[in-house]
């Protein structure tokens, strides 16, 4: 079994199961329930008795029931029954089991074992949701604590495993989808892990076959698309096959959310489609301070698997990875077609693709990009340049909260500004921050010019804009965020686009591009397309904050009700 860590219950070889000590909550993962939550539960499931090593979940499943345990322990474990196994915690009397995917509706990744004999009290999984969804105390505990628990598996590694080279592109393309999609996993570098290619020694994969994906220490999927890798986690649903719904809506940032949540609550159908994940550009923030109602900020993944559980709760179908690639009329409906070759028919449409971080291009980037540059932020990100020096380009928002958040894990981080005023193009807290942080080097008046290195980033070039001196600093991992583009390109000949390719609405929107906007007067976040409307980043004019996006997502699906009805 794996060594023991901090805050991880792991039984060492030949020690008897029932002895092992109960998991210390020094995360806030594990909450105890009180008695009278423990009766009000036991009314909506099944006191049973447990015996020794009895298995109440396993990785991979898809659904299960929520067990709470009422007497005798339960272990959490990662890889059973494999040489990799380990246990993540245990779990004694008051303690309920399982972690995010049991409201997400994900394959599970971790297996629950009973330890010795004892008692639980089986919920049936429909009875958990409406648990959730009725009693705001115990489901706000249950939903707080599932979302630590999905963090802490991260931090630990667990859930599937990535082996490839870092040099490879499709390792990279499979890591930053898991990174996007909070999917806990561990990266195991051919050229940096020792253990590496031992493990494909044992699995009988030749190094020239990565990269790979493990899956609850069993199932091998060799360079799967990012498609195939979902549906072997049972990341979305099935897509119903030309069914009209109600409200089709692209992109799963916040206003897509918005849109969602407000739409599906309203007993419209909705179908949610994203090409990477949900949360869009706030997914991938560390912390977003000034969002109303969370006065200590909040980590934008759990913002953005919040909206999702919300959304999925009143019903909405949201699917991962699904690009939309075309819009067209179809009688009464709006047909979105899909990268794969199908297409979702709704009788209103909400754009909310947002946008997407401009990639920097520089001299010898090439080399590095793979394996260096990144263009967001978060714990995934952290944990490859623990301990190393970063450098940081940009002097917005994005820039402030990657930088903040780089120094609690970095040597130290350098943050690359163009203009002189760091207030300029950022919040004012976060500017107060930056200059209060003995970790953060702000160089102003500056710009990447050159990345240094053979095959990792070694040092970082930079340019004086005003007398053009050139100097660099050692750096492990360079981190952009240069302004953003419109994911429009699918939309040119359908709908009417400003000059810098974002979605015009309203009075703005003409009757180009062989458009309909003539025929009636678009609604205020309506596009040249009736009944088509845009939300959000992508839209032209809007306010690029979480708070207004999430507002606008709202107002499309009040808008859509108020044309269907005219």
């Not at 008897?16 to 009314?43: F, H, K, W």
């Not at 806990?184 to 030749?206: H, K, Q, S, T």
Request: glycine content about 12%.
């Amino acid at each position: 079994m794996g060594s023991a860590r901090e805050g991880v219950a792991v039984i060492p070889a030949g020690r008897q199961p029932g002895t092992a000590r109960e998991t210390p909550d020094i995360y806030g993962c594990y909450p105890r329930l009180s008695d009278v939550q423990m009766a009000a539960l036991s009314v909506l499931g099944e006191r049973r008795p447990t015996h020794p090593g009895e298995i109440l979940f396993r990785e991979g499943d898809l659904s299960c029931d929520f067990f709470v345990v009422s007497a005798g322990k339960a272990a959490v474990m990662e890889g059973y029954g494999t040489p990799a196994e380990q246990i993540i915690g245990v779990h004694g009397p008051g303690r309920f089991l399982g972690e995010l995917s049991l409201l997400t509706g994900e394959a599970l990744l971790v297996t629950a074992v009973t330890l010795d004999p004892g008692e639980v009290v089986q919920i049936p999984a429909s009875g958990l949701h409406d648990l959730v969804t009725h009693d705001p105390a115990v489901g706000d505990l249950i939903l707080r604590a599932y979302l630590s628990r999905r963090s802490l598996l991260i931090g630990l590694g667990a859930g599937l495993k990535i082996i490839g080279s870092g040099f490879s592109p499709g390792a990279r393309r499979l890591r930053d989808f898991a990174i996007r999609n909070r999917l806990p996993c561990r990266w195991i570098d051919l050229e940096a892990d020792e253990r590496a290619e031992r493990l494909l020694r044992r699995l009988g994969v030749p190094a020239g076959e990565t990269p790979i994906v493990i899956l609850y220490g069993r199932n091998i999927l060799h360079n799967p698309s990012n498609a195939e890798l979902a549906a072997a986690l049972g990341l979305s649903p099935p897509m119903a096959d030309q069914e009209v719904c109600d409200l089709v809506v692209v992109g799963a940032g916040p206003a897509g959310l918005a849109a969602a949540v407000y739409a599906a609550s309203e007993g419209l159908a909705t179908v949610v489609v994203d090409a990477l994940a949900t949360g869009g550009q706030a997914g991938t923030s560390s912390r977003i301070e000034n969002y109303l109602g969370f006065p200590s900020g909040i980590p934008g993944a759990e913002l953005a698997e919040r909206a999702a559980i919300q959304a999925r709760k009143f019903g909405a179908s949201i699917h991962i990875p699904a690009e939309a690639v075309s819009l067209a009329r179809r009688g009464d409906y709006h047909a979105v077609g899909l990268d794969h070759g199908e297409a979702l028919c709704g009788r209103m449409v909400v754009l909310a693709s947002g946008v997407t971080y401009r990639k920097l291009r520089v001299v010898c980037q090439d080399k590095v990009e793979s394996t260096s540059v990144y263009y967001a932020a978060s714990q995934a990100e952290a944990q490859l340049c623990r301990s190393d020096p970063v450098a940081v380009l940009g002097g917005g928002n994005s820039a402030a909260q990657a930088s903040l958040f780089l120094a609690q894990h970095a040597s130290v981080v350098r943050l690359v500004i163009n203009g002189d005023d760091l207030g300029a193009g950022m919040s004012r807290y976060l500017a107060d921050q930056l200059q209060h942080s003995d970790r953060i080097d702000v160089i102003m008046n500056s710009e990447v010019c050159e990345l240094a290195g053979r095959d990792t980033l070694e040092a970082v070039v930079i340019r004086d804009v005003r007398t053009r001196a050139r100097r660099a600093f050692p750096a492990r991992a360079l981190f952009v965020f240069i302004g953003a583009e419109p994911h429009t390109g699918w939309l040119r000949d359908q709908i009417a686009l400003d000059e810098h390719g974002f979605v015009r609405t309203g009075n703005a929107a003409d009757a180009g591009n062989g458009a309909d906007a003539a025929k009636r007067r678009p609604l205020s976040l309506e596009t040249s397309q009736t009944g088509v409307f845009a939300a959000g980043d992508v839209r032209s004019g809007s306010i690029k904050r979480v708070a207004s996006a999430a507002g606008e997502g709202a107002m499309a699906v009040r808008m859509a009700h108020e044309r269907r009805t005219s």
